[in-house]
């Protein structure tokens, strides 16, 4: 606002100048009184000598006023809660759900897990070309590779790339571009591989794998995304990743007899019985390549653990570092003699 009286210009003097210590109002208040007192002497039609009216002038949609420190606590409050959450939420949930698994409420937790166990045979029968339908218990798929629905996929996943690139969902743009791309090459690579089939079997588990841990991803999702300001949106997936990894992870780091060998009824052999009677894999192989993919998703978290802190330790700074800007750049103000 600029000073009627010095024209000092400065974004934060509203009430009185910095420079010269004019009170605005009263200097208004003067030059209206002064305006009363000549007014009567002009005459009518003569407009140019008329007194000087203040008309102040704002310029804060070419200069954007700077935030005052009163409104920089609580974007800090925000950050520094938000950085309590990344420190203790993953860490927590991952310990109480390791205990959770290790009591009777296992069961319950395992009809939670088999939502992600058939949508893992499902998406990996995708991934190689085949129909798939997710059903409790049990996924029914394709016999053999269908050209359309690896089109029809290729096409959906370029599709949604394309319309989150342009529409910049959660603040992202070529992160889309990214995650499209590495969809595609996981399907790719996929298609190329000789035995699928024994691919979508473990899929079961080893997908619920990978999907617990993109739950558990989904609690680091940027601000503006539906994930963070639906509050508890977030923590329902985490809570729900958390569980379903423990209940698989225990699965195969467990005693063998525990172990789900054998025949589902109704339905068919179980997956662990399909790997190793009818393709051939080792009881050893099978329970060495579930923990390996474990221990990869865990690594992953950590990883993720580690830069959530660093992300929210950083945001904690900027609204205390614009404060101790503002500080420094505040004048004395003087009362006008």
């Given at each position: 606002m600029r000073c009627p009286k010095c024209q000092f210009d400065h974004a934060?003097?509203?009430?009185?100048?910095?420079?010269?210590?004019?009170?605005f109002a009263r200097y208004q208040a003067a030059l209206d009184a002064a305006a009363k007192q000549v007014a009567p002497r002009l005459p009518t039609n003569d407009v140019s000598l008329a007194a000087p009216k203040f008309v102040p002038q704002f310029e804060s949609m070419t200069h954007p006023r700077a935030l005052l420190p009163c409104e920089a606590v609580p974007g800090r409050n925000d950050a520094l809660r938000e950085l309590k959450y990344r420190l203790l939420a993953l860490p927590v949930a991952l310990l109480v759900a390791r205990w959770v698994v290790s009591t009777g409420l296992r069961i319950p937790v395992s009809m939670l897990a088999m939502v992600l166990h058939e949508s893992g045979h499902a998406i990996t029968s995708w991934l190689t070309g085949r129909w798939a339908v997710p059903m409790p218990w049990v996924t029914m798929h394709g016999e053999s590779r269908s050209w359309l629905i690896v089109l029809m996929l290729s096409a959906a996943i370029v599709l949604t790339g394309f319309l989150a690139w342009q529409a910049e969902w959660w603040g992202w743009r070529w992160q889309w571009i990214g995650i499209s791309g590495t969809v595609l090459l996981?399907?790719?690579?996929?298609?190329s591989l000789p035995i699928q089939e024994a691919l979508i079997v473990f899929g079961g588990d080893g997908g619920a794998l990978i999907l617990a841990t993109i739950l558990m991803t989904a609690f680091y999702a940027p601000r503006e995304s539906p994930l963070r300001t639906s509050w508890g949106l977030?923590?329902?997936?985490?809570?729900?990743?958390?569980?379903?990894?423990?209940?698989?992870?225990r699965t195969w780091s467990g005693p063998v007899?525990?172990?789900p060998f054998g025949e589902i009824e109704g339905v068919n052999m179980s997956d662990p019985s399909l790997l190793t009677e009818m393709y051939?894999?080792?009881?050893?192989?099978?329970?060495?390549?579930?923990?390996?993919l474990a221990t990869t998703c865990l690594i992953f978290l950590c990883a993720l653990y580690v830069w959530g802190l660093a992300a929210a330790y950083l945001e904690t700074r900027i609204p205390a570092s614009q404060e101790k800007t503002q500080q420094r750049r505040q004048v004395p103000r003087s009362e006008p003699s």
């Amino acid at each position: 606002m600029r000073c009627p009286k010095c024209q000092f210009d400065h974004a934060l003097q509203t009430n009185e100048c910095l420079k010269c210590g004019i009170v605005f109002a009263r200097y208004q208040a003067a030059l209206d009184a002064a305006a009363k007192q000549v007014a009567p002497r002009l005459p009518t039609n003569d407009v140019s000598l008329a007194a000087p009216k203040f008309v102040p002038q704002f310029e804060s949609m070419t200069h954007p006023r700077a935030l005052l420190p009163c409104e920089a606590v609580p974007g800090r409050n925000d950050a520094l809660r938000e950085l309590k959450y990344r420190l203790l939420a993953l860490p927590v949930a991952l310990l109480v759900a390791r205990w959770v698994v290790s009591t009777g409420l296992r069961i319950p937790v395992s009809m939670l897990a088999m939502v992600l166990h058939e949508s893992g045979h499902a998406i990996t029968s995708w991934l190689t070309g085949r129909w798939a339908v997710p059903m409790p218990w049990v996924t029914m798929h394709g016999e053999s590779r269908s050209w359309l629905i690896v089109l029809m996929l290729s096409a959906a996943i370029v599709l949604t790339g394309f319309l989150a690139w342009q529409a910049e969902w959660w603040g992202w743009r070529w992160q889309w571009i990214g995650i499209s791309g590495t969809v595609l090459l996981l399907q790719l690579i996929v298609l190329s591989l000789p035995i699928q089939e024994a691919l979508i079997v473990f899929g079961g588990d080893g997908g619920a794998l990978i999907l617990a841990t993109i739950l558990m991803t989904a609690f680091y999702a940027p601000r503006e995304s539906p994930l963070r300001t639906s509050w508890g949106l977030r923590w329902g997936l985490l809570a729900i990743g958390a569980l379903t990894f423990m209940h698989v992870f225990r699965t195969w780091s467990g005693p063998v007899e525990d172990m789900p060998f054998g025949e589902i009824e109704g339905v068919n052999m179980s997956d662990p019985s399909l790997l190793t009677e009818m393709y051939g894999w080792s009881v050893k192989q099978l329970v060495d390549r579930y923990l390996h993919l474990a221990t990869t998703c865990l690594i992953f978290l950590c990883a993720l653990y580690v830069w959530g802190l660093a992300a929210a330790y950083l945001e904690t700074r900027i609204p205390a570092s614009q404060e101790k800007t503002q500080q420094r750049r505040q004048v004395p103000r003087s009362e006008p003699s």
